[in-house]
């Protein structure tokens, strides 16, 4: 028998460290949000299979609990392997070929990368714009389509970057009557503001585990209407990525439960979690709670005299932006806040870069208590850096 030889095993990175010690903090950012306890808890189980006869159950309760966040009936209703970001591309890999004509409604950062995505798919895509901070009208939205006429029509509900949320009534049927598909981001909506995806007409959906569900990132909730379905099914080719194919995927989310990838066992048991708690609280109570907590803090930032950034009409009660005065430097006092108090917000992204402060009150986050401790911290420290 040959005796393998191998090299010297290199030392330069043989370092041993210290077993890890994660700060305590109070995530009042854009995301992540704090995670249940619960959930911690549920992510601490020990793993077992992902063909186990238990864990195939519980996928069942996973994909029966989103249908009742998302108010809908869609067979095809997973959460995708993967961050909010990869729910989000199998939107497009799974609908778009080659040269489809889609147009996406930008309103803030994320519609960007709406765009990028199906650019990425060859598809031809077109775009309407609006002013970050506001939302777009029906009438807007119907001119749009008749002029460009796409298969698609992509949008974000709750835009992350602006704090807008947009009026949904209505699109679903334009989208009907000009016979295209509506896509329709709920990252920072989905367990926080009403939704009603089979009630107003939303053919695709994509959500992820660490805002409103209250759950770490690494899942994202994804869903397909009938009518994407049949897209989906008569596609000419294969569905470019892999990974994200939701015609696989379905083989193992579906009756037959056939292979497809090694799942993430553990976070399934804490999105379940996550999931569980909001069916246990209800969802017009969780809603009204974002809503009552969310004017709270609106009405203590206007006691202040901050100034927020979106008419009161369209703001997400999960999302606020608060304008940063002039002369101060917003990026130093959110570094304070976080060193010395423990607590995480977030600052403008993209056109809103350095002019705004994002605070998020979502999932287990959303309570009066932590509406008055930022509220305090604000009073008593940002005076300091005026």
């Known amino acids: 028998m040959t005796t393998q030889t191998f090299p010297p095993v290199a030392q330069h990175h043989h370092k041993v460290f210290e077993s890890i010690s994660v700060p305590n903090r109070l995530l009042l950012g854009p995301g992540p949000s704090n995670s249940h306890p619960d959930v911690l808890k549920a992510l601490a189980l020990p793993p077992i299979g992902h063909l186990d006869p238990f864990y195939i159950d519980l996928m069942g309760e996973v994909q029966e609990l989103l249908r009742y966040a998302w108010q809908t009936d869609n067979r095809l209703t997973l959460p995708m392997s993967g961050t909010g970001s990869a729910a989000m591309e199998a939107t497009i890999a799974n609908t778009v070929e080659p040269g489809d004509k889609i147009l996406v409604a930008i309103k803030g950062y994320f519609g960007h990368r709406l765009v990028d995505m199906a650019d990425r798919y060859r598809a031809e895509v077109s775009t309407i714009e609006k002013e970050w901070g506001k939302a777009f009208s029906i009438e807007e939205i119907e001119s749009a389509l008749i002029k460009y006429r796409p298969s698609i029509l992509a949008m974000v509900h709750a835009e992350t970057s602006t704090g807008v949320c947009q009026p949904l009534e209505g699109i679903g049927d334009l989208c009907r009557k000009y016979d295209c598909l509506f896509l329709l981001d709920t990252v920072t909506s989905l367990g926080g503001v009403p939704l009603f995806l089979d009630a107003w007409g939303i053919d695709l959906a994509y959500s992820c585990s660490q805002k409103g569900l209250s759950c770490p990132p690494g899942l994202g909730p994804f869903t397909i209407s009938p009518r994407a379905e049949k897209k989906l099914n008569s596609r000419l080719g294969k569905v470019p990525n892999w990974y994200l194919d939701v015609s696989l995927l379905n083989k193992y989310w579906g009756s037959d439960r056939v292979y497809h990838h090694t799942a993430p066992v553990n976070m399934n048991f804490g ?30 930032f206007e006691k202040l005299g901050l100034d927020l950034y979106v008419k009161k009409e369209i703001r997400l009660p999960t999302l606020t932006t608060v304008q940063i005065p002039k002369g101060v430097d ?39 208590e932590n509406v008055d401790n930022i509220l305090n911290l604000f009073e008593t420290e940002l005076p300091r850096f005026r």
């Open 330 to 368: 917003g990026k130093a006092f959110t570094l304070h806040l976080l060193k010395n108090h423990g607590i995480e917000i977030g600052g403008g992204l993209g056109v809103l870069a350095g002019k705004v402060w994002r605070i998020g009150l979502m999932g287990y986050n959303s309570t009066s």
């Open 271 to 300: 999105i379940r979690e996550a999931l569980r708690l909001l069916s246990e609280e209800g969802l017009e109570n969780a809603w009204n709670r974002h809503q009552l907590n969310a004017r709270r803090l609106w009405e203590g």
